[in-house]
């Protein structure tokens, strides 16, 4: 992978591809970025949806001291989806197995497009091969998610609670299923 080292280089791609900047900040030492350079970073998967969604940034925690105190980074890995004036919209800290890493690429995607208004581009990244993620513990906050990012385009109450009630339904464990909040 095509990883810039420079936040004002990843700023001006960011800017002239019209895509956001994925951030990593790493460590000598770090045993999660290992990890994730052995296992998640080479599955295909992970490596086109990278590519084809983001612009990429690796930083050092420890070297690139003002990012991190701009950002509150602490901890390697972590990730953090900017839009191309470097503002933060999402952050994720930790190693996470490929599939699950798939999801918060997507949920990071996402962010940094529902403020701008970019509703059916975010749903479009956070649908692209979904059925894969069967059983995945966090498929509900992805569904949760695109439930409502479907009711802020459209105001759809409707469907927002069938979203809801399925995800109450069929994910009874998740934290995403004590977000239904209507009285029956």
Request: with cysteine; aromatic share 14%; glycine share 4%.
């Amino acid at each position: 992978m095509n990883w810039l080292t420079n936040l004002q280089e990843a700023k001006k791609e960011s800017l002239k591809s019209r895509k956001p900047i994925f951030l990593q900040f790493e460590m000598d030492g770090c045993g999660g970025c290992k990890k994730l350079y052995a296992e998640t970073y080479p599955n295909p998967q992970v490596e086109e949806e990278m590519k084809k969604w983001f612009v990429l940034l690796k930083l050092d925690l420890i070297k690139d001291r003002e990012i991190r105190r701009e950002l509150a980074a602490y901890w390697t890995p972590s990730f953090y989806f900017l839009d191309h004036n470097g503002k933060s919209y999402f952050n994720f800290n930790g190693y996470l197995p490929a599939d699950e890493f798939r999801i918060i690429l997507r949920l990071g995607y996402a962010e940094t497009q529902i403020p701008k208004g970019k509703y059916l581009e975010a749903i479009e990244v956070m649908n692209e091969d979904i059925d894969e993620f069967e059983g995945n513990p966090l498929l509900p906050k992805l569904l949760a998610q695109i439930g409502i990012v479907k009711y802020i385009k459209t105001k759809d109450k409707e469907t927002f609670m069938k979203t809801m009630t399925d995800i109450r339904n069929n994910y009874q464990e998740s934290l995403e299923s004590r977000m239904y909040f209507w009285d029956e």
